[in-house]
């Protein structure tokens, strides 16, 4: 690997774990709730998280140029929830903008399985070509559009199998309940664990994330499980401690508690 590239991962990394902040949702939802002013909405979080996950639209027009978090920058979109499959999604940036927007990364959805996972494994293929040269690492991003019951152990791995083959240098996917060691252990490159649909207690999210972790993944790509809840900071505050700090899920309720606690004073 290139010191280009290593150096990228390192930042996107430090220590070989990552929290990435994805609020790249309105590409194909529009105004999300929470996302309405993405830059209002993560400016509390950036001290937690590692790098932010968007679009070059949200990164130009609400993000402050002078943040010195890395960012991996969506690349492929096109489609909606209001059109017939979100699978059929197009590259939708070029590398020479990856490089004017100073991008440390690229992310890419894969729709495996889908009418559309040939163009979708073409566009990896593509961006993985495309920014090799410059030494920028493409992300993976192993999306089952409406299908979410295709989140088990089978499905996840041979979809993370495909994308590491085809160059990706990380592979975002959803956590399992069974099985997940086996999905880690079955992709050559580091697997980050996606939040998928927002769940119902704080407690939950750290019960997947740790496990998650503790399984083999090197980090989190978790947005609306945190910029959704009513005590976002707090959340990212505990979860920092389960990627970096290696704490508990008693552990990460405590801060989670703790920070709720002193921002009500």
């Not at 690229?106 to 009418?115: E, H, K, L």
């Not at 991003?141 to 979410?148: D, L, P, Q, S």
């Not at 041979?158 to 990706?168: Q, T, V, Y």
């Not at 972790?213 to 790509?221: C, E, H, L």
Request: net charge positive.
């Amino acid at each position: 690997m290139d010191w280009g590239m290593k150096n990228r991962l390192s930042q996107l990394m430090p220590n070989g774990k990552c929290f990435f902040m994805p609020i790249d949702h309105g590409y194909f939802q529009g105004p999300t709730t929470g996302l309405e002013k993405p830059g209002h909405t993560v400016a509390p979080l950036m001290p937690y998280v590692d790098a932010l996950f968007c679009t070059r639209g949200a990164l130009r027009s609400a993000i402050d140029p002078a943040v010195s978090k890395p960012v991996v920058l969506r690349v492929s979109g096109g489609t909606s929830m209001a059109g017939k499959d979100l699978a059929n999604e197009v590259l939708t940036t070029s590398v020479d903008d990856v490089i004017r927007l100073n991008a440390q990364a690229v992310g890419i959805s894969v729709f495996i399985g889908s009418d559309y996972e040939k163009e979708t494994l073409n566009n990896l293929a593509s961006m993985v070509n495309q920014c090799e040269p410059y030494g920028i690492p493409v992300m993976a991003v192993t999306a089952v559009g409406r299908e979410m019951e295709k989140r088990e152990a089978r499905y996840l791995a041979l979809c993370c199998r495909i994308c590491a083959e085809l160059g990706a240098k990380v592979v975002k996917t959803y956590w399992c309940d069974k099985d997940f060691d086996k999905v880690v252990g079955g992709c050559p490159v580091p697997v980050i664990v996606a939040g998928g649909p927002k769940c119902d207690t704080e407690k939950e999210v750290f019960e997947f994330v740790h496990d998650g972790m503790k399984r083999g993944a090197v980090g989190i790509n978790l947005g609306r499980n945190v910029w959704q809840s009513p005590h976002p900071v707090a959340v990212a505050k505990a979860l920092q401690a389960i990627i970096h700090k290696n704490a508990s899920v008693k552990e990460a309720q405590a801060i989670f508690g703790e920070s709720k606690t002193n921002a009500g004073r």
